[in-house]
């Protein structure tokens, strides 16, 4: 019989709700509960392309003995960290503070009051390597708070206070400067791996936001080694295991240092981060791979997941059926030369090993192997190639398919729009651009209600019930602000100055300028979020930080820069001393430093000298720069404002700084002013 969960709209919630434990949404009620019963609250967080959560699930919350333990000792409530990335993020803290470390499942008991005692992540069946059973652990915290129950609640408080008196130190307001981000570019310059790519060692993530702060800064310096380590780690990445050599799109991280074996699940926010840089990466350096690259995995985010209703798919599942019933990780991606041969014949297949990189050994497991590129000795029939890849693709379609998280979140979505908006526009891809405005369309239609405010998730055309945190504001808004420049559509603007001023208004703290992850009106948790590292995805305060400076740029809203620039103060404090964790907000102040450049092409749409202005904006690397396009005269964007034809011809205008150039027909001359003076 269904659990509570039966009626939750995250996939990861609805994959627990034929789960004996009697769980229970994050709710007061919950909460309510455990104090009317006088029980602890077990909460278990995780999401659902987890695969250690699919592990737990099936080990011990699929157990009808582990269930009946559960129901009887503890109120169990179980969150999805996509839908309440408030709730992971403050008892993560509170996980990493108290055992070093953190992950997915997360597993943390709760007092009634929602302060946390006692901490882990996955626990096995039956204790392993060290670690206790998930059975020994319930029995000891049952234990505990029936005999020793004021010491567990003291606990809890110092926990909880502890938690509250953990200020951060974001810095003075001041913007960074030259030197700021010369420093940074020292501290990634000392933990790059110059034999492979990358940052670090293993495990291996992409570094996204690393690599658009890398083209930005050869952009404004001209600096050769940022750009050398941006190419280089964008060609290991694309070559190796980590991207999907048949279907495009790219895995979550590589176990290895070498982007071999990936971690095969897919998200939606790896990809339209990836697709957007790779699409830079062909911009700053006209790569014929990078071009590829951004291509794929635009196709792949429209072809795999967008929803029926023109959203975006959170995520594909790692594991998947390998055949036989059993659910195996990268059972879908994977090639052994026997299988190639079945699908190729043997002399293609012999081909296709070489090209792929499979080995009768293997890369990955069971002699299977990752399809990689391996650079090729001599040259490769690129029609020959083709074929074999489109006859593996095809049967590899045979195969089961991993499973989809369907859920749409507002702020992994506005990263895909801004993606795709700019792939299509840079490579005449305009079915690309429309996916991205009908992913745009879906959340003013969706997510925003009529005061603006965003809800953080959908599913099958219903909003959840959850409110929007900051990244959903800022990634939203960095959509429509990158819409805006690609279409001309003033609309789009609009609806960003929206989302930014409830950004000013419920996420910024009045006197410091320091931003929160949850509005000041949401859900009051034990602790106010407030993370400005940028990890998976940009953070909250970087993508406010840049669609702020953005608007400002489109508009002259002094408010709004004022605000990006004092959000900036965190770069100032952490770009030189933890670069790999503030990469967006080092590559907004590269546009802060910049100018940002505010570009306004006027002519008629059609006009082959307008378009070909306009493409030339488009494509210029100068760091955040923005761009308007319309027919003189028009009120649709204010950049354009006061901007004639010059002798009847379009024409472009670049200003920065509150300095115009003199306006320009000449694709040329336009291009020339947009690269920086420094480069």
Known sequence: MPNRLAHETSPYLLQHADNPVDWWPWSAEAFEEARRTGRPVLLSVGYSSCHWCHVMAHESFEDE???A??????????????ERPDVDAVYMEAVQAATGQGGWPMTVFLTPDAEPFYFGTYFPPEPRHGMASFRQVLEGVSGAWAERRDEVAEVAGKITRDLAEREMNFGDSSVPGEEDLAGALLGLTREYDATRGGFGGAPKFPPSMVIEFLLRHHARTGSEGALQMAVDTGERMARGGLYDQLGGGFARYSVDRDWVVPHFEKMLYDNALLCRVYAHLWRSTGSDLARRV???????????????????ASALDADSDDGTGR??????????????REVLGDADAELAARYYGVTEEGTF????????LPQQEGVVDAEKVASLRERLLAARAERPAPGRDDKVVAAWNGLAVAALAETGAYFDRPDLVEAAIGAA?????????????????SKDGRAGSNAGVLEDYADVAEGFLALASVTGEGVWLEFAGFLLDHVLAQFTDAESGALYDTAADAEQLIRRPQDPTDNATPSGWSAAAGALLSYAAQTGAEPHRAAAERALGVVKALGPRAPRFIGWGLAVA????????EVAVVGASGDPAATALRRTALL??????????????????PLLAGRPLVDGRPAAYVCRHFVCDAPTTDPEELRATLISPNA
């Open 65 to 67: 003995a582990t269930a």
């Open 327 to 340: 659910h195996v990780e990268g059972a879908y991606y994977v090639w052994t030369p026997a299988e190639l």
């Open 69 to 82: 333990y559960l129901n009887e000792h503890f109120v169990s409530v179980k969150v999805d960290r996509e």
């Open 294 to 312: 951004a291509l794929e995995t635009a196709d792949f985010l429209v072809r795999e997941l967008r929803t029926g209703e023109g959203g975006f």
């Open 620 to 637: 210029g690397t100068a760091p955040g720069a923005v761009v308007a396009f319309g027919v003189p005269e028009s009120d649709e964007l």
């Open 441 to 457: 369309d879906l959340l003013v239609r969706l997510h925003m209600d009529d005061h603006a405010r965003l809800a953080r998730t």
């Open 365 to 372: 497991e069971e002699g299977a192997s990752v399809l990689q």
């Open 590 to 597: 590269e546009a802060l430093l910049d100018g940002p450049r």
